[in-house]
C-alpha cells in the first residue's frame, strides 16, 4: 500500500514549497485537482522541486479538453518528472461542462472510455509503433507530421488513471485503464459491494486481471498545521461535483492482486 494525498492550492505559487515538504513528510504520492487554478502547470513547478515524490492528477477534467491535447500535457509532464507522472482524469457533471467549459457532454462513459484509446493511439504514434489512424465515434486523429511528433519518451508514456462513481464509469476504468481514483464520498459498503464489482466487469471485458489495474481509495481527512480546534468550513461543493473540497485527501494504492480497500 501506498500513501497520497491531494496538493489544495489557494496560490499557485505555492507548488515550489508545498509538494517539496509533502515529499519530505513522506507521502509516496501528491495530486493536483482541477479546481480555482489548472492542474497541469503546478506540476510542472513541483516536478523541479521535487525528487521522488509521485506526480499526478486526480482529477483534471478530460471533457474540457481533447485527446491530443491531454496526449501532449502528459507525455511532456512524463518528461519533466523524470517518469514520476499519472494522468488522471475524470468526467465533472453536465453542468460544468456545458455552462462553465463550453464543451460537448454526450455518452460519457463511451467518451471517456474513447479519450483514453485516443491518446495511447497517439502515444504509440510517437513511440514509433505505427502511423496515427484513430477513427472513434466522438474524436478522430489521422495525421502526424514530423515537425509536430516529439519522439519516444525516455521515460516511456505515463499511466493514465481514470475516476468514477457509477458501474459503468468504473468499468471503463477496468476495461481501458491503468488505474482506478475512487470517489472520495464512497463508502467502504458501496466499494465492495457496488465499485469492485463493476471494476471486476470491465477487466473481464478486457482480458485482464485485478493485476493490471491501481486502486485508489479516496478518504476525506482534517488536518491542521498546530493542535488548535480547526474552524468548521463549508465544502467547496455539492455531492453531485467531482470537484475537491480544500481538504487533504490521502489516497491508498491497493496493492496489486487484491480486493482490499485500505486507507
Request: charged share 25%; aromatic share 8%; glycine share 8%.
Amino acid at each position: 500500500m501506498k500513501v497520497y494525498t491531494t496538493a489544495p492550492l489557494e496560490d499557485p505559487r505555492q507548488a515550489r514549497t508545498l509538494y517539496r515538504d509533502l515529499e519530505a513528510i513522506g507521502y509516496d504520492g501528491a495530486f493536483s485537482f482541477e479546481a480555482k487554478h489548472d492542474p497541469f502547470l503546478t506540476l510542472a513547478v513541483a516536478a523541479e522541486h521535487t525528487e521522488r515524490i509521485r506526480l499526478g492528477t486526480a482529477v483534471a477534467i478530460a471533457f474540457a479538453r481533447n485527446p491530443m491535447n491531454l496526449a501532449n500535457l502528459g507525455y511532456d509532464l512524463q518528461s519533466i518528472s523524470g517518469g514520476r507522472f499519472v494522468l488522471g482524469l475524470g468526467t465533472q457533471v453536465r453542468p460544468h461542462i456545458e455552462k462553465r467549459f463550453s464543451s460537448v457532454w454526450s455518452k460519457p462513459a463511451r467518451r471517456m472510455r474513447e479519450i483514453v484509446l485516443a491518446i495511447r493511439a497517439i502515444w504509440d504514434c510517437w513511440e514509433g509503433r505505427g502511423a496515427l489512424d484513430f477513427r472513434g465515434e466522438f474524436y478522430r486523429h489521422t495525421i502526424m507530421i514530423p515537425a509536430f511528433d516529439p519522439g519516444p519518451n525516455p521515460y516511456g508514456p505515463p499511466p493514465i488513471f481514470a475516476g468514477g462513481f457509477g458501474p459503468r464509469m468504473t468499468e471503463v476504468a477496468g476495461e481501458v485503464a491503468d488505474g482506478f481514483i475512487a470517489h472520495p464520498f464512497s463508502t467502504r459498503e458501496s466499494l465492495l459491494k457496488n465499485t469492485l464489482p463493476a471494476l471486476e466487469r470491465g477487466l473481464q471485458k478486457a482480458g485482464r486481471s485485478r493485476a493490471d489495474i491501481e486502486v485508489m481509495a479516496a478518504t476525506l481527512v482534517v488536518t491542521a498545521d498546530s493542535s488548535s480546534r480547526p474552524r468548521r468550513r463549508r465544502p467547496a461543493s455539492s455531492s453531485r461535483s467531482t470537484a475537491r473540497p480544500p481538504l487533504m485527501v490521502p489516497l491508498s494504492r491497493v496493492t496489486a492482486g487484491t480486493t482490499s480497500i485500505s486507507s
